[in-house]
């Protein structure tokens, strides 16, 4: 069975300062990868996704990630936070080929500090 | 956003009574799920359906049960409400469209179960 481990439930940053947002996972085969935002009192949008193709990809509000198969990884990063990027985040897989379920992270707040 | 609804969006209830929630899409998407929100436990899949009539557990479904008698609706109900049951629901649908798996979430529920 896949699974998600998000490192750090919590994580500060300065505004400006560079968002690393950490995601591990686990799976028998090749993954489909997506990370979550989550607003205060609101539901999950998709932020970005990986299925095939180019390892690097690029989501809204300027956030990108990585999956590098080697390491089993696919952190989210941003150069520059913004006070509007305080919010929680999910990492989740699945598989593709008649898999359709999601394995969620446990999540990670992102809190960005004037 | 895509079409979904989810009512009611606040519900405060006793134990020991039946509640029903409700998901309403507009996108003809074949497959819906169910997922509960707990704080340090991400979110977990509850009951998915993939067609009318067509469901399955997931992985916290102990308590609950769910139906789908048409494309655009998937209920979730409590037969006998317990406080463990106090939670944040979400709905989500997926379309499976272009193998890539992702799904899109409603605004959610918050239940409180007294």
């Known amino acids: 069975a896949q699974s998600v481990t998000q490192l750090g439930s919590h994580v500060s940053v300065s505004e400006g300062a560079l968002v690393l947002l950490r995601c591990n996972y686990s799976?028998?085969?090749?993954?489909?990868l997506f990370w979550y935002v989550q607003y205060p009192n609101q539901g999950l949008q998709l932020l970005l996704k990986?299925?095939?193709?180019?390892?690097l990809v690029k989501g809204i509000n300027g956030f990108e990630a990585e999956f590098k198969k080697s390491e089993t990884s696919f952190h989210l990063t941003k150069p520059s936070a913004h006070m509007s990027d305080a919010a929680e985040y999910f990492c989740a897989v699945t598989h593709g080929a008649g898999s359709y379920q999601l394995t969620f992270g446990k999540g990670t707040k992102l809190s960005v500090i004037p | 956003d895509a079409g979904i609804t989810q009512s009611p969006r606040h519900k405060v209830t006793e134990t020991g009574t039946p509640v029903t929630l409700r998901c309403h899409q507009t996108?003809?998407?074949?497959?819906m799920y169910w997922y509960r929100q707990d704080p340090g436990h991400g979110l977990r899949l509850i009951h998915y359906s993939y067609g009318v009539k067509d469901t399955d557990k997931g992985e916290v479904s102990d308590g609950y049960s769910v139906s789908r008698s048409k494309t655009e609706d998937f209920l979730l109900t409590l037969e006998s409400a317990t406080s463990s049951q106090t939670s944040v629901y979400f709905c989500?649908?997926?379309?499976?469209?272009?193998?890539?798996?992702?799904?899109?979430f409603g605004p959610g529920t918050r239940l409180t179960v007294t």
């Open positions: 996108e003809n998407h074949r497959y």
């Open positions: 990986y299925t095939t193709g180019a390892t």
């Open positions: 799976s028998s085969v090749p993954p489909y």
């Open positions: 989500a649908i997926s379309g499976i469209e272009g193998g890539s798996y992702e799904q899109y």
